[in-house]
T-cell receptor
Framework: DTGVSQDPRHKITKRGQNVTFRCDPI?????LYWYRQTLGQGPEFLTY????????KSRLLSDRFSAERPKGSFSTLEIQRTEQGDSAMYLC????????FGYGYTFGSGTRLTVV | KQEVTQIPAALSVPEGENLVLNCSFT??????LQWFRQDPGKGLTSLLL?????REQTSGRLNASLDKSSGRSTLYIAASQPGDSATYLC????????????FGGGTRLMVKP
């Protein structure tokens, strides 16, 4: 297990289509996060899972977005009825949880979404 | 609401120069601060993590400091090399229960040979 894996690396889709991205975290990490990054900006938080439970969602996560983490392992992020404004890099990160100590986050390489 | 600012937004230096990147945050009640590097079109690579109780962390030619009371962190890069060219992002984590990172906009560094 060498890190956080994301698939696909790039996705081009037509406006109105649905897309799904996958993230495989580091196996011993029970926390998983999704972020979105637009060109020239820092990443923005979307949502976070602890094991299979989705514990926090940003207001950026509109009704067209849904994320799952079945069995507390890999996660999927689905965008329905894509819009051009959804074009961005979608980053996944994971971290372990140890009470009283804040481990850093490990990010994947991201999925670049282009909506045409 | 936590806000993170990075200055400058872009920096170009000749090879060999020592340089400092700045990060400031509005809420000093942070849990930790992490510096990342991002190459164009790529994901984030963690460089240094500083816990709120720490003052600095070092890794090779990199040194990061944290002054929580003033809401500032700096990333010092010694003897810069063209391979250091990338965008550098700082991110703060507020609390252990709340888990999101709040990022700055990044500093785009170009080291010229």
């Amino acid at each position: 297990d060498t890190g956080v894996s994301q698939d696909p690396r790039h996705k081009i889709t037509k406006r109105g289509q649905n897309v799904t991205f996958r993230c495989d975290p580091i196996s011993e990490h029970n926390r998983l996060y999704w972020y979105r990054q637009t060109l020239g900006q820092g990443p923005e938080f979307l949502t976070y899972f602890q094991n299979e439970a989705q514990l926090e969602k940003s207001r950026l996560l509109s009704d067209r977005f849904s994320a799952e983490r079945p069995k507390g392992s890999f996660s999927t992020l689905e965008i329905q009825r894509t819009e051009q404004g959804d074009s961005a890099m979608y980053l996944c990160a994971s971290s372990p949880e140890v009470a009283g100590f804040g481990y850093g986050y490990t990010f994947g390489s991201g999925t670049r979404l282009t909506v045409v | 609401k936590q806000e993170v600012t990075q200055i400058p937004a872009a920096l170009s230096v000749p090879e060999g120069e020592n340089l400092v990147l700045n990060c400031s945050f509005t809420d000093s009640a942070i849990y930790n601060l992490q510096w990342f590097r991002q190459d164009p079109g790529k994901g984030l690579t963690s460089l240094l993590l500083i816990q709120s109780s720490q003052r600095e962390q070092t890794s090779g030619r990199l040194n990061a400091s944290l002054d929580k009371s003033s809401g500032r962190s700096t990333l010092y890069i010694a003897a810069s090399q063209p391979g250091d060219s990338a965008t550098y992002l700082c991110a703060v984590r507020v609390g252990n229960a709340g888990n999101m990172l709040t990022f700055g906009g990044g500093t785009r560094l170009m080291v010229k040979p």
